[in-house]
């Protein structure tokens, strides 16, 4: 397994580019912007792009999603409560939905496979309604639910404070530690979080 992180666009949002170099797969998650420069992360990688995933709806996750398809068709996932139909309100902050062809839909429990990898997704709303987690081996892609030493933001529409301390304390509870990659900052881990994030430890406290 082999991971790209690729900071794009002006809130510099972390696009990951997860590899199975055996099998020379790869998945893009979070295309904030940029298609061109992760296109050509793609290219380098030798591997060829599968899927495309959102941890959730909001646009600087997915603004360069477009510019990828015009690239590579292929599926697109994402969790249905963060996904509008038609152009949708801009202040609605929520992802409009694709044609038929690409559109996909994840959620709680729901698993995929990249080559010998497979990802496992969890639900975890706070930021927005349809926050997710994506597991794979020792690694969790974030989003925004999770920061180093902090969290995402919850007064967006669809944010909920106590939906995000119940999904921090949720993360906490996993075994074992983690390599955390987040939707925007530095990487960090599971077990220094539960020991210094306030939210998280926040979090514990009512769950």
């Known amino acids: ?3 790209e992180t690729i900071a794009v666009g002006q809130l510099m949002t972390n696009c990951y580019l997860l590899c199975d170099e055996q099998a020379k797969v790869c998945a893009v998650i979070d295309p904030g912007d940029e298609a061109d420069r992760i296109a050509r992360a793609v290219e380098r990688s030798g591997c060829k792009l599968q899927y495309v995933l959102l941890t959730h709806g909001h646009y600087d996750h997915f603004t360069g999603l477009a510019g990828l398809l ?7 996932y994402i969790h249905p409560d963060d996904a509008q139909t038609g152009g949708g309100n801009p202040w609605a902050l929520k992802f409009p939905r694709l044609d ?3 559109q996909r839909w994840y959620g709680e429990g729901d698993t995929l496979t990249l080559g010998s ?3 496992h997704v969890l639900s975890t ?4 309604k349809g926050s997710v987690c994506l597991l794979v081996e020792n690694v969790i892609f ?3 639910t999770l920061f180093y030493g902090s969290c995402g933001r919850t007064d967006f529409p669809g944010g909920d404070y106590k939906e995000m301390l119940l999904s921090l304390a949720r993360l906490a ?5 983690y390599k955390v990659y ?21 979090g514990l406290t009512l769950a």
């Open 142 to 144: 974030a989003g925004d």
């Open 1 to 3: 397994m082999r991971i």
């Open 182 to 202: 987040p939707g925007h900052d530095r990487a960090t881990d599971l077990d220094w979080e539960r020991r210094m994030n306030p939210y998280m430890r926040q």
């Open 100 to 102: 038929e062809q690409h």
């Open 117 to 119: 990898l497979i990802l």
């Open 70 to 76: 015009a690239q590579y068709d292929v599926p697109v």
């Open 173 to 177: 509870r996993l075994e074992g530690n």
């Open 125 to 128: 709303p706070g930021h927005s």
